[in-house]
């Protein structure tokens, strides 16, 4: 009689040899391919999250801020500065020019971690112009006058200029802040402080979105009183808007200065002609004339890119 009891045993014995065989068939069969975790190491678990600091610059540099990331257990970022330029992925993007006019921004930054998981930090930042030139505004703006006369823009019409000293309206546009337009204002009528001006109409040759008009003096201790008018077709008055002052009655140039008088406009201004008017100077206040003579040296305009 078989001893069944020993094939019981010799079954059982044999078994983990048979699994062990089959898992290392199917380990095999199979292309399975993992990472050991290392020794001690735990599951980060920690979201990202999601901050940073914003410092605006001063004196020449007031459009461009300095921004500091101060974000906890991210990898990635993803900086959006608000004012439809490309976005950032550096980690911390240590300088962002704006536009050159005062403004405020929402400046967001999107983190990420390796484990997909992400935070979103807005801020809002604001540019004051603090009114000292910037330089070359071609990094904004396009210049429309390059030419050396001032082309493609023309004079199309003036009220008068000083003939004894050849101080043309075109002076403006030569590119020599040597050469001026210079004219006399006639009297004060009773009971106002300015006269109705004396004015220069520039055809810019075509229709554009106008951002920044700009135009030195000749230094003089008191300032220029002007104002500054546009229109799309007619150069009667009727067809002119006046953009500069936007409130108030004329604007006040810098005193003792020879550098470029700027004005950005936060919407672009749709122009084909530009109409400048000088009152004379004034005292600082603007509200009693000194002087009936206006002078001014040199004009250019920028559209948008």
Not at 86 to 114: G, R
Not at 239 to 249: A, L
């Amino acid at each position: 009689m078989k001893n069944i009891n020993n094939k019981k045993i010799e079954i059982i014995n044999i078994l983990p040899k048979i699994v062990l065989s089959l898992m290392l068939v199917l380990l095999i069969s199979c292309d399975v391919s993992y990472e050991l975790a290392e020794a001690n190491s735990k599951e980060d678990l920690k979201p990202p999250t999601a901050f940073f600091g914003a410092v605006v610059g001063q004196d020449d540099e007031w459009n461009k801020v300095n921004f500091a990331n101060e974000s906890i257990s991210a990898s990635g970022y993803v900086w959006d500065f608000g004012d439809g330029t490309e976005t950032s992925t550096e980690f911390e993007p240590k300088e962002h020019s704006y536009p050159p006019v005062s403004a405020s921004y929402q400046v967001t930054l999107e983190v990420s971690d390796s484990n997909g998981l992400t935070d979103v930090y807005t801020k809002s930042v604001t540019i004051l112009d603090n009114g000292t030139p910037l330089g070359d505004l071609n990094q904004f703006y396009d210049l429309i006058n390059t030419g050396d006369a001032g082309e493609p823009v023309t004079i199309h019409s003036f009220s008068s200029f000083q003939e004894s000293k050849d101080a043309f309206p075109s002076n403006t546009l030569d590119k020599n802040g040597g050469t001026l337009w210079t004219a006399e204002d006639q009297d004060v009528p009773a009971g106002d402080y300015k006269s109705d001006g004396e004015y220069v109409i520039y055809d810019l040759s075509s229709e554009y979105d106008l951002r920044v008009i700009q135009f030195t003096t000749n230094v003089k201790s008191d300032p220029y009183g002007y104002q500054i008018w546009t229109s799309t077709g007619g150069t009667t008055d009727a067809d002119f808007t006046k953009v500069i002052p936007e409130s108030g009655d004329i604007m006040l140039s810098q005193i003792a200065s020879s550098e470029f008088q700027v004005k950005i406009f936060n919407v672009p201004v749709k122009a084909r002609y530009v109409k400048l008017v000088g009152f004379g100077r004034f005292n600082e206040t603007g509200d009693t004339r000194t002087s009936q003579w206006m002078s001014f040296s040199q004009i250019e305009f920028f559209k948008d890119k």
